[in-house]
């Protein structure tokens, strides 16, 4: 089975500041990544996936991710924090990139003027 | 592409009744997929369809729910005897599997469903 670990329900940040969300996957195969951004009220928007191709992976909004398979992790990174930012983030998992999703717990992200 | 769109936005019932949520996918997406959130926790799977197969159920999906998706198209999700437990925001979400290739899922705005 697959599974994701977001290590922090809560992170605060720094209005300008680097953004550092935490994400640790369990596979027994080679896993497809992803991270979703949720604003109130609304649905799931993906910033990027991971699909093996590379693994500096780069996403909308200027976030990126890196795959590292010796850690099983998949952090989530931006370099300087807008107070747009401010949303609840999923990493979430596949087997095969081609069927159901397992979704972390969310952090949420707080920019702090 | 006009997105996925999910309806209603918002259902308030008491327990005991019956309720239907509709969901509309992106135009030509084969694949269609129900979660289930509830508060602070990330969504769980619960059923999808390709075409208008269902595929897979997750064990979570009790004989109380149902879900259809007649013609490929649109999809509803039926909870009969709807219970407090069952409050939650569910979440739709379509893709265009290509043969060889890996989907990604676009998400609807969800429903939540508050269950007195």
């Known amino acids: 089975a697959q599974s994701v670990t977001q290590l922090g329900s809560h992170v605060s940040v720094s209005e300008g500041a680097l953004v550092l969300l935490r994400c640790n996957y369990s596979s027994s195969v080679p896993p497809y990544l992803f991270w979703y951004v949720q604003y109130p009220n609304q649905g799931l928007q993906l910033l990027l996936k991971y699909t093996s191709a590379a693994t500096l992976v780069k996403g909308i909004n200027g976030f990126e991710a890196e795959f590292k398979k010796s850690e099983t992790s998949f952090h989530l990174t931006k370099p300087s924090a807008h107070m747009s930012d401010a949303a609840e983030y999923f990493c979430?998992?596949?087997?095969?990139?081609?069927?159901?999703?397992?979704f972390g717990t969310g952090t949420r992200l707080t920019i702090i003027p | 592409d006009t997105g996925v769109s999910q309806n209603p936005r918002h259902k308030i019932t008491k327990r005991g009744q019956n309720v239907t949520f509709r969901c509309d996918p992106i135009s030509e997406h084969n694949r269609l997929y129900w979660y289930r959130q509830t508060l602070g926790q990330g969504p769980e799977f619960l059923t999808y369809f390709q075409n208008e197969a269902q595929l897979e159920k997750s064990r979570l999906l009790s004989d109380r729910f149902s879900a259809e998706r007649p013609k490929g198209s649109f999809s509803t999700l039926e909870i009969q005897r709807t219970e407090q437990g069952d409050s939650a925001m569910y979440l739709c979400?379509?893709?265009?599997?290509?043969?060889?290739?890996?989907?990604?899922?676009?998400f609807g705005p969800g429903t939540r469903l508050t269950v007195l």
């Open positions: 979400a379509s893709s265009l599997l290509v043969w060889g290739g890996q989907d990604t899922q676009y």
């Open positions: 979430a998992v596949s087997v095969s990139g081609n069927e159901k999703l397992t």
